[in-house]
T-cell receptor
Framework: DAKTTQPNSMESNEEEPVHLPCNHS???????IHWYRQLPSQGPEYVIH???SNVNNRMASLAIAEDRKSSTLILHRATLRDAAVYYC???????????FGPGTRLSVLP | DSGVTQTPKHLITATGQRVTLRCSPR?????VYWYQQSLDQGLQFLIH???????AKGNILERFSAQQFPDLHSELNLSSLELGDSALYFC???????????????FGEGSRLTVL
């Protein structure tokens, strides 16, 4: 499965939008892009996933570049509860070959 | 609440001992995945079961074994424990199996194992 690279950490102010980038330059045509997040002392939590088109759900939006070599997770209004480590994963077979890298640690300032 | 239940939440044991971690997947989910999360290694995939059958193995040590029972709950057995086995062990479940549909994994809250 394709490797992803993310910034180690990012900071945002509460109630402002947050754009979390992810590079997956070796992604193949059938690889989905998945985002999970892990709040302190909890298991990872699904955020969103997509293949080619931009995706929206109640938690976030996923913007996928036209060449699919990068994507951006968008939190429209950050809250304190959004402070977590965000993992970007690309892969075809979910679960068994998911490679959770270090992720991006998002801090949200009040 | 993800619907995935893991027991015990915390476990303290000594080196050389054996422990069993239990996972009950969400109702209707056929796949169970085990992950290990330690401070220096991040989240590492261990093993995947689908409807009772082993489907994939990751970085799972020979001292570790797992199984999925007919009622779909799963157990991860860790034996001859070493200090380095201290970690959080997560179970996740999903509806599907080995075909990538871009689906969603539901993680439990984890079992924290401390080996002294």
């Amino acid at each position: 499965d394709a490797k992803t690279t993310q910034p180690n950490s990012m900071e945002s102010n509460e109630e402002e939008p947050v754009h979390l980038p992810c590079n997956h330059s070796t992604i193949s045509g059938t690889d989905y892009i998945h985002w999970y997040r892990q709040l302190p002392s909890q298991g990872p939590e699904y955020v969103i996933h997509g293949l080619t088109s931009n995706v929206n759900n109640r938690m976030a939006s996923l913007a996928i570049a036209e060449d699919r070599k990068s994507s951006t997770l968008i939190l429209h209004r950050a809250t304190l509860r959004d402070a977590a480590v965000y993992y970007c994963i690309s892969g075809f077979n979910y679960g068994q070959n998911f490679v959770f890298g270090p992720g991006t640690r998002l801090s949200v300032l009040p | 609440d993800s619907g995935v239940t893991q027991t015990p939440k915390h476990l303290i044991t000594a080196t050389g001992q054996r422990v069993t971690l239990r996972c009950s997947p969400r109702s209707g989910d056929l796949s169970v995945y085990w992950y290990q999360q330690s401070l220096d290694q991040g989240l590492q995939f261990l093993i995947h079961y689908y409807n009772g059958e082993e489907r994939a193995k990751g970085n799972i040590l020979e001292r570790f074994s797992a199984q999925q029972f007919p009622d779909l709950h799963s157990e991860l057995n860790l034996s001859s424990l070493e200090l380095g086995d201290s970690a959080l062990y997560f179970c996740a479940s999903s509806i599907g199996g080995h075909r990538g549909l871009g689906g969603e994994l539901f993680f439990g809250e984890g079992s924290r194992l401390t080996v002294l």
